[in-house]
Each structure stands twice: as C-alpha cells, then as structure tokens.
C-alpha cells in the first residue's frame, strides 16, 4: 500500500504541470456549461424541461431495461475515453485531448445548471444523488487518461527528434505501460458506467422524480 502511495505521489509530482492544465480544461468546461445556462433562450429551457419530464416519466416506467441504458452508457464514456487514448499517440492530438476533457466538462457544467435553474432545491438533490456519484468516478479517471495521453504524445514527440538514436526497449515500455493504463481505467469506467445504469435509475425512481 506504501508503494502504491509512493507511486501515485511521484507521477503527480511528475506530471503536476500536465495535471494543473488538464484540470484546468476540464473547469473551464464546466464554467462555460453553467454560464450557457444563463445564456439559452425560455423557449430552449421549456424543450429541455419538458424533455427532463419525459425522461423522468420514463425511468418510472417499471418496464424500463437497465440493460439498454448500459449500453449506452457504455458507448457514450468508452467513446470518450478511448478517443483520448488515440489522441495520445500522435504528437498533434494534444490539444484535441484537452477540447475532448473540455466537453466532458462543458456537459456536466450545462446538466447541473440546468437542473438546478429549473428545479432548485430538488435540482440540487437530484444531481447530487443520481448525477455525483458515477461522475465521481468519470471525472477523475478522464483526467488521469488526459494527462497519460499528454504525457505519452509528449514522450513520442522526443523519441521523434532522437531519430536513428531511439531505444526500442524503451519505446515498447512506454507503449505497453500507456496499453495497460487504458486497460485500468476502462474497468474503472465499468464501473461508472454499472454505477449509472441500475444504482442512478433506482435513486431516481426512489426520490419519485
């Protein structure tokens, strides 16, 4: 456990600029959903609105398969984060990653906004209940695979001014570590993923929304 301690306090400190940058997308996103709230007209906030209601009505539907919301869950997150393990291994996509964890963040920011303009207090329930708890889980993990495609495509960009002088032995390392860092993060992601198909419908039948 020490070690794992160890471990995870040498890659921050390794890569805090990377992780301060990322992080910083990501609350520019949210800053900029929110703010878009405001912005929308009362026509857009009543087809949203209504568009909430139905969905509510749905979910209290007691045929509703959890399955199928699984796996569009699955689709959704998965489509997310392997994009930004693409992203990663070319020298171009840096900035593409950071836009890609800026609309992960934009969404969150409009989704609770809107909840909370339109519903108050149930707003702040509702997203704390149904909405925080498989975040908690996206959001960390989309960052930690931000930050390794970064530091991946910044890994590739000095092997490409080597030349000749490349460690292959090195440059294989590096690309299996980056192939198992995806690899833990997409369980990590089923997890989320589990978390908000059948425990976040549940909450919302529970709170009768």
């Not at 930050?147 to 590739?156: D, G, H, K, R, T």
Request: hydrophobic share 55%.
């Amino acid at each position: 456990m020490s070690r794992l301690k160890t471990f995870i306090v040498e890659h921050i400190s390794n890569h805090l600029m990377i992780y301060i940058i990322v992080f910083f997308c990501f609350v520019a996103g949210i800053s900029a959903g929110a703010y878009t709230v405001g912005s929308i007209s009362s026509e857009q906030k009543e087809e949203l609105s209504d568009f909430l209601k139905s969905s509510s009505t749905i979910l209290d539907d007691d045929s509703l398969d959890n399955n199928i919301i699984f796996k569009r869950s699955l689709i959704n997150n998965f489509q997310s984060l392997g994009l930004i393990w693409i992203l990663g291994i070319t020298i171009i996509g840096i900035p593409a990653i950071l836009i890609v964890v800026g609309i992960k963040g934009f969404i969150i920011g409009f989704t609770v906004g809107f909840l909370i303009n339109q519903m108050n207090f149930k707003g702040i329930v509702f997203v704390l209940l149904s909405i925080l708890p498989q975040n908690i889980i996206f959001v960390p993990a989309t960052i930690v695979m931000g930050v390794m495609a970064i530091s991946y495509s910044l890994f590739i960009l000095r092997i490409k001014k080597k030349g000749k002088w490349v460690d292959k032995q090195l440059l294989k390392r590096q690309f299996l570590l980056y192939i198992l860092v995806f690899f833990i993060l997409s369980i990590i992601f089923l997890l989320g993923c589990i978390m908000e198909s059948y425990i976040a419908p549940f909450l919302i039948k529970w709170m009768s929304f």
